[in-house]
């Protein structure tokens, strides 16, 4: 069973910091690829960084890269996403999603996800 969890999000000013967690209530959490996503108001629902399941692996995108950074405690069946130097553009609701085994960048290709942490960065 999956269930992810976030948490941490809130207001922070442009060029703060803020970061997230996403916590799964299941079991057997290192079997899980975990993605982080973000929606902002009238857009889509656009991949932000994935990290595979060991942690060894991440893969960003390009907005965030040298921003934010993923890791993953599989003792505490977490994932943390740091964000700094954050900028008004980042303001969206951000969701963890899941998937067994290996890491993906589509929406779909996740069939796990949590109920979404909203970040307001102000200017």
């Known amino acids: ?3 992810l969890v976030e948490s941490g999000g809130g ?3 442009a060029g703060g910091s803020l970061r997230l967690s996403c ?3 299941g079991r057997t959490f290192n079997i899980y690829a975990i993605c982080w996503f ?3 108001p009238g857009k ?3 991949f932000v960084v994935a990290i595979n399941r060991s942690g060894s692996s991440t893969d960003y995108a390009d907005s965030v890269k040298g921003r934010f950074t993923i ?3 599989n003792t505490k069946n ?3 996403l740091q964000m700094n130097s954050l900028k008004p553009e980042d303001t969206a609701v951000y969701y963890c999603a899941a998937r067994v085994f290996y890491m993906a960048t589509t929406k779909t290709e996740y069939p796990y996800w ?3 942490t909203q970040v307001t960065v102000s200017s």
Request: aromatic share 4%; hydrophobic share 25%.
């Open 1 to 3: 069973q999956v269930q």
């Open 71 to 73: 890791s993953r405690d």
């Open 11 to 13: 207001l922070a000013q």
């Open 44 to 46: 889509e629902r656009e």
């Open 78 to 80: 977490t994932v943390y």
């Open 38 to 40: 973000r929606q902002a």
């Open 114 to 116: 949590g109920q979404g």
């Open 23 to 25: 916590l799964n209530s």
